[in-house]
């Protein structure tokens, strides 16, 4: 083959180069002249027929050529990228003069602050706290809190079973029990044990077939039901107010012995009866009383050496009650104008613009 033959198709792509107007054009006239099949690598295959003298002037020549298509097709696709580029840049250019989007900020949900002052009051007295499964045993959630299989107090739990002996919690007593039992005995023990609870009722204003509660416990030497009672007064002006007053009424409950039900002092109407304590000037927020012996002993303490008390409270009722809510399904139907009604304020806490 003749040079004059390269000098053709080098002629033929600089041609052909002119109609390229995109990245995808560029790579195909890269692959009619460089590819395998290419008319440079054709040029290649026609030495086996040149004489040994003609080889490397021609070889040389066909080297060129490569060179200067390969230069171009590179310098042309730099350009091509740079074009994209400055196309980009100037697509998703910022005017830095715009105003900012403002960002909405949310609202603390009513039901988890309250939870986070009540963990805050106690964690303050040096409580701790503890956690436990949501699915529990028969044991933990009954027998071993001094409820038998045949106890009649279980009807007023109205439990959610799986099987006879695994159950959605009726309350978060279990984690106190668990929790004695990892003591081996030895104390002291300081919790309290926020959680979701469950219970076959129906919903309606003032009931849920899914609550939260926070149950308290202490058990070490020496503790009597002074203790619990002074350290329910503390809670009640923590949490309701600094005039808050308390008092214990007989109850019972089957782990603790003696059982008491504790009103605070109607915030409301500072006592003189109205709507809200349904005019008696007290309201009920929690039970409580001293941890029975039996569970004690079943959890593996001496109840002749060791002693304690312990309260139970939903934290939705607390809520309800703190700010006048009078629905316990708001809670949980996600509704965002009823959150927006709980506004941060400066001290940490939170108002309630409704009320």
Known sequence: METSSIDEIRHAFDEALKSVEHKKDLQDLKVEYLGKKGKVTGLMKEMKNLSEEDKPVYGQKVNEVRTHIQGIIDDTLEKFENEALEAQLKAETIDVSLPGRRFQLGSPHPLSRTIEDIEDFFIGLGY?????????????????????????????QDTFYFSDEILLRTHTSPVQVRTMRSEKGGGPVKIICPGKVYRRDSDDATHSHQFTQIEGLVVDENIRMSDLKGTLQLFAKEIFGPDREIRLRPSYFPFTEPSVEVDISCFNCRGAGCSVCKDSGWIEILGAGMVHPNVLEMAGFDPDKFSGF??????????????????????????????????????????????
């Open 310 to 355: 312990a309260f139970g409270m939903g934290p939705d009722r607390v809520a309800m009650l703190k700010y006048g809510i009078e629905d316990i399904r708001n809670f949980y139907t996600n509704d965002i104008r009823f959150i927006n009604q709980f506004k941060p304020t400066e001290d940490g806490g939170v108002h309630n613009e409704s009320i």
């Open 128 to 156: 701790r706290v503890a956690e436990g499964y949501e699915v529990e045993t028969d044991y933990y959630n009954f027998e071993a809190l001094n409820l038998p299989k045949s106890h009649p107090a279980r009807d007023m």
